[in-house]
């Protein structure tokens, strides 16, 4: 992604040889959804002749997040940054505000109470789609 920072075109030609070559092996950590997207239609199992640019450069931003989250990727020395747990309220300060947060969210705030209002509403906002799903022009059956 960095040799191709310089680039403004939308896709960048693949020549053998050039620095902007990549093997099916370089590019098979993209997942399926983002591959058209990035390489175009091309014939599976063959070095992509092009690929696009900016779709390249969002897919490796979002594939980097989803491995941060998961742990598959870690960034040297991240841990010498701040830590969010020292940004987190005290659990004392917390318990001052529960009922009034309760009261301005329409929720209880203790645990089995919390769960049954928030599986009634899940179940209502179900039933409520259940219900036009067939005026929805968006969910047509093909």
Known sequence: MLGLRRRHGEWVE???GSENEFSLADLEWI??????????AG???TSPPRLNRR??????????VRELKSGDLCVVGGDEYSDFRDELLPMGECEKTHADYSEKVGLPVEGRAFVRQVCMML???AAKAD???HDNPYLGSE
């Open 14 to 16: 693949l020549k053998p």
């Open 31 to 40: 997942p399926d959804p983002w591959r058209k997207l990035v390489i175009g």
């Open 43 to 45: 014939q599976p199992g």
């Open 55 to 64: 779709q390249f450069e969002v897919c490796v931003c979002a594939q980097t």
């Open 123 to 125: 179940t209502e906002a």
């Open 131 to 133: 219900e036009t799903y």
